[in-house]
């Protein structure tokens, strides 16, 4: 695995001075980069995102000054069609009209590398040196299930849905990407009550922004998308959330930072700057006092086009589940920075690609540590990290966050993925 160069100061007199002339005019701050005399090779990055709240760094970050003050003036936060666009753009990389990293579901990096979702399965390596979010995604139900109540339990459907396909009409549930994040969750409580993803329902793609009208035509009879899609198809009654993804893994990891690795590699000390700008920008999104400032500013046309009450509330942890049920100051909230919630933490990535060889995204044959070793960067968030002055205490002592415990009771030890696999009766691996 290749890594980051060391930050090493300048020698001679000359370099000095010009390292000292290239801070001040990139409007370096007293820390970090500035401190050891190097700024970034590059002041341009090209970052992708969809409209969904956990972007919300990435806009933050440009919006409140943050990639100007590390040195990254340049730095472009591009809207994207769909993940399958995102990942498209990320194959071609800037130099070739696409975009340098992205806003992104947390296991898109790894498919994107082993080339499982790319053409010709040639894979583009790509690294997550950064996690952007934990929490805060919606699996919501049709309206035409309302009076089934269904909530964590999701076994009211198997019967529904069976008797749906014996009536001749198909049983649709959507997603954002196969093997992404809102694929997982959705498989995941669809399994822990009797059903199978695979065979008892047909998996749509539909990109999050148009969720809500693709259920208000009745396209779908579930979903799982992130916020504010959910909280809006409640507040427009169109359909009503059986569950909040915290629920069913209580401080899960989420969207991630994703980098082409070529571009890492070759500009380290603009990587450290993107790095500690976005991280700047999850502290002041993580803070209560800020969220109805944060509702505001992504709201806005050019960034989600979604009116503020819209996205404020389920970030505050107050949840409209829109059929009857209101849960006032939860600690379902998306969070941004606490918890560590930005550091990539390996064991978390080891959960994704082995829930991915669970419905067949990845070769049972995987080398799971391996491959999470060659993709997850938590080195450089730590160093980024120490740069922008994050006490020691704050940073994980361990890569792994240990054994993780979800809402039907089975446990992943990263240690032992294959045991998690083996818990398991729904999955499409031996």
């Given at each position: 695995?290749?890594?980051?160069?060391?930050?090493?100061?300048?020698?001679?007199?000359?370099?000095?001075?010009?390292?000292?002339?290239?801070?001040?005019?990139?409007g370096?701050?007293?820390?970090?980069?500035?401190?050891?005399?190097?700024g970034?090779?590059?002041?341009?990055?090209?970052?992708?995102?969809?409209?969904?709240?956990?972007?919300?760094?990435?806009?933050?970050?440009?919006?409140?000054?943050?990639?100007?003050?590390?040195?990254?003036?340049?730095?472009?936060?591009?809207?994207?069609?769909?993940?399958?666009?995102?990942?498209?753009?990320?194959?071609?990389?800037?130099?070739?009209?696409?975009?340098?990293?992205?806003?992104?579901?947390?296991?898109?990096?790894?498919?994107?590398?082993?080339?499982?979702?790319t053409?010709?399965?040639?894979?583009?390596?790509?690294?997550i040196?950064?996690?952007?979010?934990?929490?805060?995604?919606?699996?919501?139900?049709?309206?035409?299930?309302?009076?089934?109540k269904?909530?964590?339990?999701?076994?009211?459907?198997?019967?529904?849905f069976?008797?749906?396909?014996?009536?001749g009409?198909?049983?649709?549930?959507?997603?954002?990407?196969?093997?992404?994040?809102?694929?997982?969750?959705?498989?995941?409580?669809?399994?822990?009550?009797?059903?199978?993803?695979d065979?008892?329902?047909?998996?749509?793609?539909?990109?999050?922004?148009?969720?809500?009208?693709?259920?208000?035509?009745?396209?779908?009879?579930?979903?799982?998308?992130?916020?504010?899609?959910?909280?809006?198809?409640?507040?427009?009654?169109?359909?009503?959330?059986?569950?909040v993804?915290?629920?069913?893994?209580?401080?899960?990891p989420?969207?991630?930072?994703?980098?082409?690795?070529?571009?890492?590699?070759?500009?380290?000390?603009?990587?450290?700057?993107l790095?500690?700008?976005?991280?700047?920008a999850?502290?002041?999104?993580?803070?209560?006092?800020?969220?109805?400032?944060?509702?505001?500013?992504?709201?806005?046309?050019?960034?989600?086009?979604?009116?503020?009450?819209?996205?404020?509330?389920?970030?505050?942890?107050?949840?409209?589940?829109?059929n009857?049920?209101?849960?006032?100051?939860?600690?379902?909230?998306?969070?941004?920075?606490?918890?560590?919630?930005?550091?990539?933490?390996?064991?978390?990535?080891?959960?994704?690609?082995?829930?991915?060889?669970?419905?067949?995204?990845?070769?049972?044959?995987?080398?799971?540590?391996?491959?999470?070793?060659?993709?997850?960067?938590?080195?450089?968030?730590?160093?980024?990290?120490?740069?922008?002055?994050?006490a020691?205490?704050?940073?994980?002592?361990?890569?792994?966050?240990?054994?993780?415990?979800?809402?039907?009771?089975?446990?992943?030890d990263?240690?032992?993925?294959?045991?998690?696999?083996?818990?398991?009766?729904?999955k499409?691996?031996?």
């Open positions: 695995m290749t890594k980051s160069p060391a930050f090493a100061p300048s020698l001679d007199r000359r370099s000095l001075l010009a390292g000292a002339a290239s801070a001040a005019l990139a370096f701050v007293s820390r970090g980069l500035h401190a050891e005399g190097a970034p090779e590059i002041t341009k990055a090209v970052l992708g995102y969809i409209a969904l709240t956990d972007a919300a760094p990435l806009i933050v970050a440009k919006e409140k000054g943050l990639f100007d003050k590390y040195g990254m003036k340049d730095v472009v936060i591009a809207k994207q069609a769909s993940w399958g666009a995102t990942r498209d753009n990320l194959v071609l990389g800037s130099e070739a009209n696409g975009i340098d990293g992205a806003h992104i579901l947390t296991p898109m990096p790894y498919l994107i590398t082993a080339g499982r979702v053409q010709n399965n040639i894979g583009v390596p790509m690294y040196p950064l996690r952007l979010s934990l929490e805060n995604q919606g699996i919501s139900v049709s309206n035409e299930y309302k009076d089934l269904v909530g964590l339990d999701a076994s009211a459907l198997k019967e529904a069976a008797k749906k396909k014996a009536e009409k198909e049983v649709k549930v959507a997603m954002t990407f196969p093997g992404g994040t809102h694929d997982l969750w959705l498989r995941y409580w669809l399994a822990a009550g009797g059903v199978d993803p065979k008892d329902v047909s998996t749509i793609v539909v990109p999050p922004p148009q969720m809500v009208a693709n259920m208000k035509v009745g396209n779908m009879d579930a979903l799982c998308v992130g916020e504010p899609w959910n909280e809006q198809l409640a507040n427009q009654g169109v359909g009503y959330s059986a569950c993804t915290g629920e069913i893994w209580k401080k899960h989420e969207k991630a930072l994703g980098l082409r690795a070529a571009w890492v590699d070759k500009y380290p000390r603009a990587t450290k700057a790095l500690m700008a976005v991280m700047e999850q502290q002041w999104c993580d803070k209560m006092e800020n969220k109805a400032e944060l509702a505001a500013l992504v709201g806005r046309r050019q960034w989600f086009n979604v009116p503020p009450a819209d996205i404020v509330g389920r970030i505050k942890g107050d949840i409209n589940y829109g009857g049920k209101v849960a006032k100051g939860t600690d379902l909230f998306m969070k941004f920075w606490r918890d560590h919630t930005s550091y990539p933490f390996q064991s978390h990535d080891a959960w994704f690609v082995t829930e991915d060889i669970r419905w067949g995204k990845f070769d049972p044959a995987t080398d799971i540590k391996a491959l999470v070793g060659k993709v997850n960067r938590e080195d450089l968030w730590r160093d980024a990290a120490k740069s922008l002055g994050v020691a205490a704050d940073m994980p002592a361990s890569t792994s966050r240990g054994k993780e415990t979800f809402f039907d009771g089975k446990v992943f990263p240690a032992d993925p294959h045991a998690y696999l083996a818990s398991l009766s729904i499409r691996v031996a």
